[in-house]
T-cell receptor, first 113, second 119 residues
Framework: KNQVEQSPQSLIILEGKNCTLQCNYTVSPFSNLRWYKQDTGRGPVSLTIMTFSENTKSNGRYTATLDADTKQSSLHITASQLSDSASYICVVSSLNTGNQFYFGTGTSLTVIP | DTGVSQDPRHKITKRGQNVTFRCDPISEHNRLYWYRQTLGQGPEFLTYFQNEAQLEKSRLLSDRFSAERPKGSFSTLEIQRTEQGDSAMYLC?????????????????FGPGTRLTVL
């Protein structure tokens, strides 16, 4: 069964600290993996996208890693800011025809001053 | 702004009423998706279109739900006889798959969502 699991479910960190969010998946055949940031009451916005041949990608203070062998990904946030408070969703797409996207339930991050 | 727009942004309705939401995708995107999202959960797939054809529907899409994309551009999602359990954020996304085989690249761009509250 194609599934995406994220951990932790929620996280509270102090402003300026780093954190790492995890995503494990069983989606096959794998096409690519995305991390989205979703502010409360808004639609998700893409942070990074990685295909099977990429194992790291950065977008400013966000760095995503992908291990296609163990089917794990992480999103590392450096020097967190209050504006990083949001839900972070891992989405894995498959090469199957039809609907290809499998969503995690997200990690809710709260950055406190 | 991702280029995908949704209207309205918020809708409050009484139980039993019908509601219709609209999504305008990025113009060159041939795929359009509808999702439902409740608080603390990830988006749940409802249905998707390739051009004007509705190719897949989730079991979540009961008989009270219908979606259309008549000209392969904008799409509407209608909920008839709304129930309190329909209260959620309804998200639309569009994409344009590129490449072939393992290099296929299909990135979704999401709209801001329509927040539905059924009283």
């Amino acid at each position: 069964k194609n599934q995406v699991e994220q951990s932790p479910q929620s996280l509270i960190i102090l402003e300026g600290k780093n954190c790492t969010l995890q995503c494990n998946y069983t989606v096959s055949p794998f096409s690519n993996l995305r991390w989205y940031k979703q502010d409360t009451g808004r639609g998700p916005v893409s942070l990074t996208i990685m295909t099977f041949s990429e194992n790291t990608k950065s977008n400013g203070r966000y760095t995503a890693t992908l291990d296609a062998d163990t089917k794990q990904s992480s999103l590392h946030i450096t020097a967190s800011q209050l504006s990083d408070s949001a839900s972070y969703i891992c989405v894995v797409s498959s090469l199957n025809t039809g609907n290809q996207f499998y969503f995690g339930t997200g990690t809710s991050l709260t950055v406190i001053p | 702004d991702t280029g995908v727009s949704q209207d309205p942004r918020h809708k409050i309705t009484k139980r039993g009423q019908n509601v219709t939401f609209r999504c305008d995708p990025i113009s060159e995107h041939n795929r359009l998706y509808w999702y439902r999202q409740t608080l603390g959960q990830g988006p749940e797939f409802l249905t998707y279109f390739q051009n004007e054809a509705q190719l897949e529907k989730s079991r979540l899409l009961s008989d009270r739900f219908s979606a259309e994309r008549p000209k392969g551009s904008f799409s509407t999602l209608e909920i008839q006889r709304t129930e309190q359990g329909d209260s959620a954020m309804y998200l639309c996304a569009s994409s344009f798959p590129r490449g072939r085989g393992p290099a296929i690249y299909n990135e979704q761009f999401f709209g801001p969502g329509t927040r539905l509250t059924v009283l």
